[in-house]
Every structure is written in structure tokens, then in C-alpha cells.
């Protein structure tokens, strides 16, 4: 298939873009069947919206909260995913994989 730049006019700002032939055979061998509505800069500032400010920057993720914790193995401070509760060991990185292969 054959694809050829078109111009199209974003749905947020007004303003026309090129959605180029590239970008076609890009949005085609993922699936997508829709053109882009918006332009580059308004689909760069609604994922902003949806993801937080962390978009942008190297992750399509928000950030998790993080936890500071001591590591019940080695005792090196370390930080976690989610809040430690009282009476359950919390592991570093390095001691978790010991732990889980050990398993």
C-alpha cells in the first residue's frame, strides 16, 4: 500500500498538520485504523494530562510512589513499591531475587 502525505486539522487547537506517509505506515503496521485527530504538540499535552508530568520523559508510565524501607536480609536502605507493614520482611532488589529463587 501506498501512502501520501496528508494535511489534517487538529480536533484541539485548529491548526493544520501533515500527517506524513511515515507516520501512516507506522500507525498501519500497529493496527491503528483511525487517522490522528489531534497535532503533534496537542497529543503531547492531553498524554501530559493522562499520565501526569512524567510523560515526556523517557516513560509512557506515571511515576509509582515510592517507600523508604531497610532490607530484612542485608540491612541496606532501599526503597519499595508499596508501604511495608509490621511483622513481613522487606528485601532490596539484589536479596528479593536471592529470596524468590530460593524458593
Given at each position: 500500500?501506498?501512502?501520501?502525505?496528508?494535511?489534517?486539522?487538529?480536533?484541539?487547537?485548529?491548526?493544520?498538520?501533515?500527517?506524513?506517509?511515515?507516520?501512516?505506515?507506522?500507525?498501519?503496521?500497529?493496527?491503528?485504523?483511525?487517522?490522528?485527530?489531534?497535532?503533534?504538540?496537542?497529543?503531547?499535552?492531553?498524554?501530559?494530562?493522562?499520565?501526569?508530568?512524567?510523560y515526556g520523559s523517557g516513560s509512557?508510565?506515571?511515576r509509582r510512589q515510592m517507600f523508604p524501607a531497610v532490607c530484612a536480609e542485608c540491612g541496606k536502605d532501599t526503597e519499595v513499591p508499596f508501604e511495608p507493614r509490621g511483622g513481613r520482611p522487606v528485601y532490596c532488589s539484589d536479596c528479593y531475587r536471592k529470596v524468590r529463587l530460593a524458593r
Open positions: 500500500m501506498s501512502f501520501q502525505d496528508k494535511s489534517i486539522q487538529c480536533s484541539d487547537c485548529g491548526t493544520t498538520f501533515t500527517f506524513s506517509a511515515e507516520e501512516q505506515e507506522q500507525f498501519a503496521s500497529r493496527g491503528y485504523t483511525n487517522e490522528p485527530k489531534r497535532c503533534p504538540s496537542c497529543r503531547q499535552e492531553r498524554k501530559a494530562r493522562q499520565y501526569g508530568n512524567s509512557s508510565r506515571p
